[in-house]
């Protein structure tokens, strides 16, 4: 599937969701389409899995990285760089943006929010995952969901069914999550906007699921619940 981006997409959901990896995939599939991407890592609530751990391989192949410069230590610095006022200043640049897990990694998005409503060429995703424990069911993701609004101050525009069970997940776990994301849209009133599945499974699935998005894990991840 060739995703219709927007210039500005955020990606969001609770610890373990699998958003830091999605949002690497995504910046690497927008660097195909548009000349300058850069990828924002906003998470200052866990200084331990970051966007940053892709940072050699992101700024190796032209897609600049925007992050505290933290990452990756045990210091609790929750401080993010000047240069992410890029993102909402340059709009001659395409961002995807790494939230930190619930509502108050979504802290850090609020002092940008303003700016990425006024231009109102974004994408806020919801990335859900059925088996996670704190998202067992779609009332609870939605719940979270509203928190995470709630303190970024930026509604959501979509939902990203990333379902999984890390390195043991199989084609059964993506079909058995499609009602669970299907009710999640349902109250959230918001559109499935892609499955999210590992490169592993993608021809396995392909025709049985829509708007699948093929994922390459993280070098230095066991998994990709991130």
Do not use: W
Not at 18 to 40: C, E, Q, S, W
Not at 72 to 91: F, G, H, K
Not at 140 to 166: C, D, K, Q, W, Y
Request: glycine share 8%; charged share 25%.
């Amino acid at each position: 599937m060739v995703y219709p981006y927007k210039r500005v997409t955020v990606l969001a959901g609770h610890y373990g969701s699998g958003k830091t990896n999605i949002a690497v995939n995504m910046a690497f599939d927008l660097h195909k389409y548009r000349p300058r991407v850069a990828i924002a890592d906003l998470d200052i609530v866990n200084p331990y899995f970051r966007t940053g751990d892709s940072r050699e391989e992101l700024e190796k192949n032209g897609i600049i990285f925007i992050g505290s410069e933290y990452a990756n230590t045990n210091l609790d610095a929750p401080a993010l760089p000047q240069e992410l006022y890029a993102i909402t200043d340059d709009r001659g640049l395409s961002a995807v943006m790494d939230v930190g897990g619930d509502d108050r990694g979504a802290l850090a998005l609020g002092r940008y929010s303003p700016a990425i409503l006024e231009e109102n060429d974004y994408d806020m995703l919801l990335v859900v995952n059925k088996f996670r424990p704190l998202t067992p069911d779609a009332a609870s993701a939605v719940e979270i969901m509203r928190e995470i609004e709630a303190a970024g101050h930026l509604p959501f525009t979509g939902i990203i069914n990333n379902s999984n069970l890390g390195r043991e997940t199989v084609p059964e776990h993506v079909l058995e999550s499609a009602e669970f994301a299907a009710e999640v849209s349902r109250l959230s009133g918001l559109p499935l906007r892609m499955t999210a599945v590992d490169r592993r499974l993608f021809c396995e699935l392909s025709g049985r699921v829509e708007n699948l998005f093929p994922l390459d894990l993280q070098h230095n991840t066991d998994d990709f619940m991130i």
